[in-house]
């Protein structure tokens, strides 16, 4: 098991280290790939495609990964590595399952397989300049993973035969098993004549008899290590020789503060003894040390990463600090929380000058862990924004480059497309987070997403409030925010709550404080559902004193899309209606005004712009000085993003007249487009920027909403607009 001491101690030197400010340089990402753009001539551009597993050529220009959905290989020209061009694409005779380079050749595994019993597969070899396969070998079975050795002497190939998940709950033995495959390169080709095949059976203590090869990396001296995830064990084979010179079990991990529960609420105060790591991908970090990012099947899955000996020592646990990491980043997938976590399955080592990096790709919190090699612990040194379920990445130091392939498509639910992301090491400071979290009081994460509403603090400078949505329903949270550092910090979460519990049939949307110490919140309802629309109080400590639900006359107009901003003028509460109800004209929502001293309702008229695809609504309303900030924007991601604006409206504009009767119309005025802010981070345009506040000092602040990482990159856009 992994020496607690030896890691208490080399957290001691890390520490010290970044006191010192010895390390500037930083990984920021410089561009975005989508991979529809590589869609061929004839195919709908509503087709699914991926990008998987990656590579790139030997100058460092081209890079190409495997294409599952497509049946193909995707080539993308890197030649200026902040725009990349689509290079095109080669379709197969079956599904690619991984992609390498050797010399001018593409060599990919490709799956045919019709059946679990029946597994079959070659090994192609393709010309990278005219994109022709100019040799094929059988594989007799199902790849997975290829890897070529540093002198292009060998092709590793793991032949996984996987088993079928849904017969008798994925268990195993479900023969075939499965073997690795070694062959000879003469200039990139594969020799298939003389192609040597490494037994696996009877080397683990789970399934014996079923191995299932799942990953290879070749290190210096053309040792191939091998990871059988279902089995959880390590195998480390001799290429020269085809023999296996060592094996050994990947062991266990305890885990502390991590969550265990799908349930709506990010609580890390659990813990979870004997967790196998199941490793899905091992890189090696030189001749003797390699690292397993322990991804999990059904039986185990660590959360974080492992660094071995060759010999079957553990040099390097990282428990639960990855996924730390990844909570307080705001990238924590809580919908997995009763699995597997974040889910670490790809990696990628680069040297750079003479700083060695481990990249630890998280698949369900779409994000990137950064490790500078010491020898002992790797030191930590940032988390870098990716898309979509990242399944790979490569390196390229000749370049100071990096690059990660993120599988997921969300085509059909008009949801983001599948990219490759760019990332460069220079002397820049890290743009990414630009907001994140501490612990709490006991140690814990602070855990946080889906930040909608925000307000200032009416006299500190850079003290902010936010809450989340409805995707954490059972925690519901007010964030209190030091927007003095940068990162900006999370310090706090506080707890909603009503009779002593966390209060339930909220959707959060908008904060402002009261004056006296407390908060409005506003609370995005939907009558079928039993959720309310309504305006809630709460004092300093988040409890509910006070509930004002909307009146007849603007519920009879009701749509599902209500309150999704507040702000307090005076003694009136304005509430910005996210879309127009029943009764509004075209283009138009309404400000709904709550007079605190009379109790009165009223409201005005808003003029959106027009929609050009989807539709069009409001995010937030902020008063300061003289005006009222509005957020308008449109449902589009991308490309389709258009409009994500901040306008003003003079507050004497807003005279509510009664509901259920004609309702003036305001002026409103642009003050900033934020679609440069959303490309600021070079990835692509995200749906909501939800949030916008003023502080003390009269500084504006805006923020996204990363949607709970469900179905989202987990990517918080938090920046300062400046001076208003």
Known sequence: ??????????????????????????FNRIASFSTAKNLPAGVERQQETSAEIIAVSEDGKTLVYSDSPLEGLGFVDISDADAPKP?????????????????????TGVNTSTSYVTPTGFLAAIDLDDKEIEKRCDLGGQPDSIAVSKDGKYVAVAIENERDEDLNEGELPQLPAGFLLIAPLEDGKPDCDDMRRVEMTGLAEIGADDPEPEFVDFNDNNEIVVTLQENNHLVVVDAKTAKVI???????????????KKDRTLTFNKTQENRLRE???????????????NEGDFNGGARGFTIFHKDGRVLYESAEAFEHQIIMAGHYPEKRSGKKGNEPEGLAIGTFGKDTYIFVLSERGGAIGVYRDTGAAPEFVQLLPSGIAPESAVTIPSRNLLVSANEKDLIEDKGP????????????????????????????????????????????????????????????????IDANQTPAKIVKATPVTRDGKAAEKLDLEGITQDGKGGFWLASEGKTKKKVPHAIY???????????????????????????????????????????????????????????????????????????????????EITAYDDEVYIIERDNQIGEDAKIKRLYKVEQSELKPA????ELPVVKKELVRDFIPDLKALNGYVTDKIEGFTVDASGKGYAVTDNDGVDDSSGETNFFSVGKM
């Open 1 to 26: 098991m992994f020496d607690r001491t030896f890691r208490r101690s080399a957290l001691a030197v890390m520490v010290a280290a970044v006191a010192t400010g010895a390390q500037a340089d930083a």
């Open 87 to 107: 290079a095109g694409h080669l379709k197969l005779e079956g599904e690619p399952t991984s992609v390498a380079i050797a010399d001018d050749y593409v060599l």
């Open 246 to 260: 060592n094996h050994f079990s990947a062991g266990s991990v305890d885990l502390k503060n991590v969550d265990l």
């Open 279 to 293: 490793p899905d991908s091992v890189k090696w970090l030189d001749n003797d040390r390699f690292v397993t990012a």
């Open 417 to 480: 497309r599948s990219h490759v992301m760019v990332y460069k090491l220079d002397d820049d400071a890290a743009a990414y987070p630009q907001i994140k979290s501490g612990r709490n009081d006991v140690g814990e994460p602070i855990g946080w997403g889906a930040l909608s509403g925000m307000t200032a603090d009416a006299k500190k400078p850079g003290l902010l409030y936010a809450v989340n949505d409805s995707f954490y329903s059972k925690q519901p949270s007010i964030f209190t």
């Open 537 to 619: 109080h709460v004092n300093a400590n988040g409890v509910i004193d006070r509930t004002l639900n909307f009146p007849d006359a603007l519920l009879k107009h009701e749509k599902r899309f209500g309150a999704e901003g507040i702000t307090l003028i005076g003694d009136s509460l304005w509430i910005a209606i996210q879309r127009q109800w029943k009764d509004d004209p075209e283009n138009t929502v309404k400000l709904v005004s709550y007079n605190l001293k009379t109790n009165t309702w009223g409201a005005v008229r808003y003029p959106t712009e027009a929609a050009t695809k989807g539709w069009v609504g409001l995010s």
């Open 658 to 661: 009664p509901l259920g009767g």
